[in-house]
């Protein structure tokens, strides 16, 4: 049961795929800021402010946000395949109960 997308025009070709490539780019941005910022966090905490760690409670906090970013993009993001086979799955199972008497 492994149907294609149904066809799509040009104009809304380029309409998908600039908005899936934002969606990416939004997110490849999101994960440089992640590295850079909390690379200064852990400089600031080994060799500046304070002697303990304190730089571990933001970098997990931002982790959690940046990982839910991500499954938001690439996994249940619009296009993603994961996303598609459900609303397949629901599309299907709307048109089986239009059928029904």
Do not use: C, T
Not at 27 to 47: K, P
Not at 55 to 71: A, M, Q, R, T
């Amino acid at each position: 049961m492994n149907r294609a997308m149904p066809q799509l025009s040009d104009p809304e070709i380029e309409r998908l795929a600039r908005k899936r490539a934002g969606s990416k780019m939004g997110w490849y941005i999101h994960a440089l800021m992640f590295v850079l910022v909390n690379g200064l966090f852990f400089a600031f905490s080994r060799y500046g402010f304070g002697h303990r760690p304190w730089s571990v409670f933001p970098v997990v906090g931002w982790g959690v946000g940046l990982v839910l970013h991500g499954v938001s993009v690439f996994m249940i993001g619009s296009g993603s395949r994961f996303r598609e086979r459900l609303v397949q799955r629901e599309r299907e199972r709307l048109q089986r109960e239009q059928e029904r008497p």
